[in-house]
Structure formats: C-alpha cells, structure tokens
Nanobody, 123 residues
Framework: HLPLVEAGGGLVQPGGSLRLSCAAS????????IGWFRQAPGKEREGVLC????????HYADSVKGRFTISRDNTKRTVYLQMNSLKPEDTAIYYC????????????????WGKGILVTVSS
C-alpha cells in the first residue's frame, strides 16, 4: 500500500494556475502508473490524466486538454499535475492514485489512493 499524499491545492482565481504534487513518503513511484482524479461537489469522481511508468500519458477528460499537464520527476519521487487557465468548473477535490498491481498501466483500475486535496477556483 502506497501512502500517497497530495499537496499544492488551494484557492485560485479563474484563469490562474496551480501545481499539485503527489508523493509517497519512503516509496518510489517509478514503477507505477499514477493518475489524477477529481470529484466536484454533487458529481461523481472522474479521471483527469494519468502517466505510465515509461512516461506515456493518458487523457481521461477532454475538458482539461490544453490546460492541464501531468509529469513525473523520478529523482524527487513525485508526480505533478500542472493546471493552467483554471475555470470555476475545475473546482473539486483532486486525488492522486496508483496502479501497482499487474498489469500496470493507466487503462486499469487504480489500487491505492490519496486522501485528496481541495482546489477551489473562484473570484
């Protein structure tokens, strides 16, 4: 079980940017697919982006294309979600999750989840 922890959330104005990070203290994320998911108030959780162990990227949500990017820094054992041009509808709790069981990849269900972090886009 990976103790995933998200950081970097908060309040931002529309059009602004935030960068979320995901790490697991004492563990490397190199070998796993790491995804970002979000759940807006009153809505079901949806996938946002995922990055495989080899750096391949899967877009789960068309609504963030061109605005959000995902990356990983294996030297820091961290995966990032860069969010630009934020809109009020991006307001949600954002979760990072890992696929650790075989087969490992972004097209399979995630095994481990962080507790989530709130992102609020509002003026």
């Amino acid at each position: 079980h990976l103790p995933l922890v998200e950081a970097g959330g908060g309040l931002v104005q529309p059009g602004g940017s935030l960068r979320l990070s995901c790490a697991a203290s004492g563990f490397t994320l190199d070998y796993y697919a790491i995804g970002w998911f979000r759940q807006a108030p009153g809505k079901e959780r949806e996938g946002v982006l995922c990055i495989s162990s080899s750096g391949g990227i899967t877009h789960y949500a068309d609504s963030v294309k061109g605005r959000f990017t995902i990356s990983r820094d294996n030297t820091k054992r961290t995966v990032y979600l860069q969010m630009n041009s934020l809109k009020p509808e991006d307001t949600a709790i954002y979760y990072c999750a890992a696929r650790t069981a075989s087969p490992i990849g972004c097209l399979y269900g995630m095994n481990d989840w962080g507790k989530g972090i709130l992102v609020t886009v509002s003026s």
